[in-house]
């Protein structure tokens, strides 16, 4: 699956152009509403076989990054993850993050798949929130930032992206396709590769640091099974609150 992993020393030469189109501005802005959900039941007894601690830590330190990234920024799981809670959120969502199992799932009525990840519930069969679910009730508005910590949702097929108004396209790093960035995870991804990405990538745009920065320096970290990011969007975007959000790192 391509990752879209660019040269880091080209990111390194293109530094002042990418800090010129990083926007954004500390504190949350009101209005900027994000949603980040966890699915915390199916990483535990009796659906898995030992307690998995990374949902927990992945939901405080996702809430933590979009808070300081300007979002109004509130974390659920368990009972209040569900199918519907998703649906009457991302109306008003400019931020989403979610880690739960993600795949293609059959949609029966439809006799065809679609991306989808599985909400919490408090059950090992929960049901599952579709792209088209999600496309449905944006009607084609882009989200800001949309973080899938997921296996599968960040192929190049994946009908998830276009769901939040994000094309499959990457941007050029001094090129603007709009406040927007989709990172996702190729194939299968295994939490403890995951939570060591996340925080390099969150640090980053904590920093100020462009997304496709973010995504590329996190890249560098040590991984413990094959593990393959992806993103669409706007390279030089901060991932910061707000459809042009102002800038605060110009040069």
Known sequence: MPTGRRSRRLALALLPALLALSLGAGGARAGFQATIDSNESAFEPPCMGWDDAYPEKMLRA?????????????????????????????????????????DNYWHAADGRRYAGFREDGGDCSQAVVYSKDIAAKRAGRATNLVVMSTCHLGESTSTMPGAFGIARKKSEPTEWLGSKFYLGYAGTAY????????????????????????????LLGTFTHPFDPN?????????????????????
Do not use: I, K
């Open 231 to 251: 993103w669409w969007g706007t390279y030089a975007y901060s991932g910061r609150a707000g459809p042009l959000p102002p800038c605060d790192r110009c040069l």
């Open 62 to 102: 996702a809430v933590s990054a979009y808070t300081a990234l300007g979002y109004t920024a509130r974390g659920y799981s368990g009972a209040s993850f569900t199918r519907a809670h998703v649906l009457a959120r991302t109306v008003g969502d400019w931020g989403y993050y979610v880690h739960s199992h993600g």
């Open 191 to 218: 939490d403890n590769d995951q939570w060591t990405f996340e925080q390099a990538f969150w640090d980053e745009l904590r920093q100020g640091m462009p997304a496709g920065f973010a995504f590329d320096t996190a």
